[in-house]
């Protein structure tokens, strides 16, 4: 806009306020074009906002396609000592008496210490190499003892093995003696250690005596065993998945039999857990319906609509989303096909779910899979044909949100590119007006400077 300024000292008109009227009205409908660009931009954060929404319902849905959401167990362990357990979903629901007798162990083997006085005694002063040979669950190691090799040189040779069967050697100070200890990192029988015939570290010539005789074995590599409402058991670790589906068994304390270590197993299904997934769709759901009605929504007593109102997007993702959620589930096996058959209906008044929570748990605890096919069904159910329309419609690509505010967008530049050219017309309308009332202010100018000089004259003569 022009910042020229006219002095209507001959006329007495404040041309400056005249242009600055006249120009009001011929901004108007630029005024109007700019307030559809705030409409749009605001649709623009209203469909972000939407998609935000949405990926909540998304992510409340993706949780409720898949068994881990419906069949949760809980358990409970009656004597904590003797083991812990954990369910999973595919456990069945029960109690289950487990009596442990013994616990699988690793095996440890200790050298006598004799002759050794402290960790830095020399085991092979013999002046050439031996050889220290052991096998560990059936995989044998024969390692070279060089000349000078002291009892914690054996100790590490055997730790830092590339070949390592997986033992640990230690040194142990027993008060009177240093004792190399071999321990198995792994239980069950198996897992033996014996020290072999090829070892030629045997007290001879200046060595110290680490052939078998010399080793004690004082711990004994063994199996767990237990039993399951009376069915023996054995197995090589404490940590025990694969006797009851779904139930890791983690053996703490046993006893030998006639009375071992009992405890009692129970299994029960998690429906709380189950419940609040469920009522985390409903929520995430009302959340997206409450938007599009009071975006979508038109007030004719006052005239006012909300930010999306007219937006045929909007109102296809209303109608969409509430078909899937309230609509008949077909081809399902059990006796579900809709929600408020699980006492979740839809309220008329404000379009969300409500949920009948004791009807709810009625269904849980007698019809648990139905509820779970009702939900999960992988060409109907509930919760995947939401997962699925929400995927689609927020698809960076070619989703219906993103064309729209793409569309959008794009209103948004050809509006902005014509209040540009207007806004140059104007300037230019406006430096007219200011040249042309500019040179009429002359023009008065001189005519009154004329009747001032006429004036003078008549005066005069």
Known sequence: MSSFTIGGLSTGIDYNELISKLMEVKRQPITILENKVTTYNDRMSSYSELSSKLSSLKSAADKLKYDYSFYVNNTTVSDETVLDATASGTASVGNYSIGVTSLASEEKEAHSGTGLTASTTIVNNSGSDKVFQYTYAGTQRSLTVANGTTLDGL????????????????????????????????TGSAKSIT???????????STINFTAATFTQNKTAANAAFTVDGL??????????????????????????????????????????????????????????????????????????????????????????RDIASGDVAGLSGSLSMLAEIGISTDYKTGNLVIDSSKLDAKLGSNLDDVAELFQDSTNGIATGIFDYIGDLTSTVDGAITLRKD?????????????????FRL????????????????????????????SNFSTKA
């Open 232 to 321: 023996s058991i054995s197995r090589s670790t404490n940590s025990v998945s694969d006797v009851i589906t779904g139930l890791t068994i983690n053996l703490k304390k046993a006893a030998p039999m006639p009375t071992p270590a009992t405890a009692t197993i129970s299994v029960a299904a998690d429906n709380a857990s189950i419940k609040e997934q469920i009522n985390d769709f409903v929520s995430a759901y009302n959340d997206v319906m409450s938007f599009l009605k009071t975006n979508t929504a038109y007030d004719s007593a006052t005239g006012e609509s909300g930010i999306l109102s007219g937006e045929g997007t909007a109102r296809s993702i209303q109608n969409r989303i």
């Open 407 to 423: 569309g959008l967008s794009d209103i948004i530049k050809d509006i902005t590119n014509t209040i540009r050219n207007m806004e």
């Open 155 to 186: 100790k590490n040779l055997i730790n830092n093995d590339a070949s390592n069967p997986s033992v640990t050697a230690t040194t142990v100070n027993d008060g009177t003696n240093y004792r190399l200890v071999i321990t198995g990192n792994s």
């Open 427 to 454: 300037d230019k309308a406006e430096n007219d007006m200011v040249r042309q009332f500019t040179a009429l202010e002359k023009i008065v100018g001189n005519y009154n400077s004329i009747g001032n000089y006429l």
């Open 195 to 205: 020290v072999d015939a090829g070892t030629t570290l045997d007290g001879n010539n």
